[in-house]
């Protein structure tokens, strides 16, 4: 029977709250960053596509900023929060990142300042992005009307472009899981399903933990929060990166209070091609890649990084301070990588910071399966016009982890240092809001 004592649905409640809360702030957050360029944009007609692509997106995000209900009210709210948010926002990140980079490109610390007002101001780009994509460099001062940021993507454009939820639910890695298997895509199993304070019942589900090394991760989370490795040392016991021993029954029961506040998922923990090792910490490394539908309505790979976990880190997430690395589509040559750049630590290199292993210039393995599958994967998917696919390369070819309906660019742009609005993402985008718009219109 499910536990219905009052603690745990208080639990439970505080749980659903705080993810409401934080979607709040993120989207909060998105119409506060882009209010200078919806203002910039404010007069201008609807955009088309005689447009460059860079400019339609832009155009598009002040467009729709001004529909939503209360357009202008909130646009009011965002700038009182603007003009408060942008002093502290260039003070944490001058203070973190300043003086390394004034002494690496000789910028100094006040053109850093004034760097960050210009392109808050002119170009919607908050000092977050200013330090990952490196515009205090001139080439990238020079290129800032072309980047595409997240209030823009991730907010009106891929908005427009998602399928009906009850056609499509690639954000329940439950339902996502089962729909490859059935559509003979190769894609890690869920295993378990905890949720409301139970182990829940699941399709091609175990009923005990199989003795085997497991991941533990929210059933619709992203960025690598809240993952967790637990490696099998034997005698129905598991240990996990923090040292932490259980037994099969002490983690099924942890993972059992925790459901109380989310559903967690139990996979199996996949392990990478053995090419691989002196590149990775022992966490799974993946390729991001992106695929959009084309003029044909075909998916087309456009955009491909390569993550590598480092520290103790057992997610190769690039929010979570992994590296991150652009791969030529063509022929999975890696080149220089950096982390997400909004810490002056890392920087770029073409060695491993821990083994010292070369990887400028290597070839990632099984890549023509690796795009291959990611394709194959969006044909599987009719409805969706972008995604984000994380794939794997274990000892026996390339198998999909997850999709990612609203792909952020900021990995793509910060590994390829340079923008993406001039590139086919940026084109396949326009496209495809342009022809979703006037089907909307209709």
Sequence with gaps: MPDTSLGNR???????????????????????????MALRRMFRPRPTLALPPAEYLHRYYAWSYWRLPFGVLKGLV?????????????????RRNSRAIAARSGVSITAQVLGQVEMAARFAIAPFWYYMFELYLPDRKKQAALYLTAHETIGPAYSLLQPPPQSDGMDDKIWFAEHCHEQGVRAVPVLMHFARGERQPLKG??????????????????????????????????????????TAEELMAKLTRQSLKDDFLVQPRLSNDPALDDI???????????????????????NAAFRMAIGNSVVDNFHQGGLATAVDLNTGVIGIASDIGIRPDVGWRDTHPVSGALFKGRTLPHWDQVVALAVKAHEAFPERIVVGWDVAMLPDGAMIIEGNGKPDLDIHQRAERGPAGQSRIASLLAFNIERAEQTRSR
Aim: aromatic share 10%; hydrophobic share 50%; charged share 20%.
């Design 10 to 36: 208080i639990a439970a409640l505080k749980g659903a709250a705080w993810k409401a809360l934080l979607r709040f702030g993120e989207n909060f957050a998105y119409m506060v960053a882009g209010l200078p």
């Design 78 to 94: 965002a700038g009182l929060a603007w003009f408060l948010a942008l002093p502290i926002a260039i003070l944490i990140f001058t």
């Design 205 to 246: 589900g175990s009923e005990i933990l199989p003795e085997g090394d497991l991941f533990v991760k929210p059933r619709s989370g992203s960025g690598g929060h809240r993952m967790e490795r637990w490696d099998f040392i034997g005698q129905s016991r598991y240990r996990n990166a923090h040292g932490e021993v259980l």
């Design 280 to 302: 990775s910490n022992g966490a799974l490394a993946t390729v991001r890649l992106l695929t959009c539908r084309n003029e044909a309505g075909l998916p087309e790979a456009t």
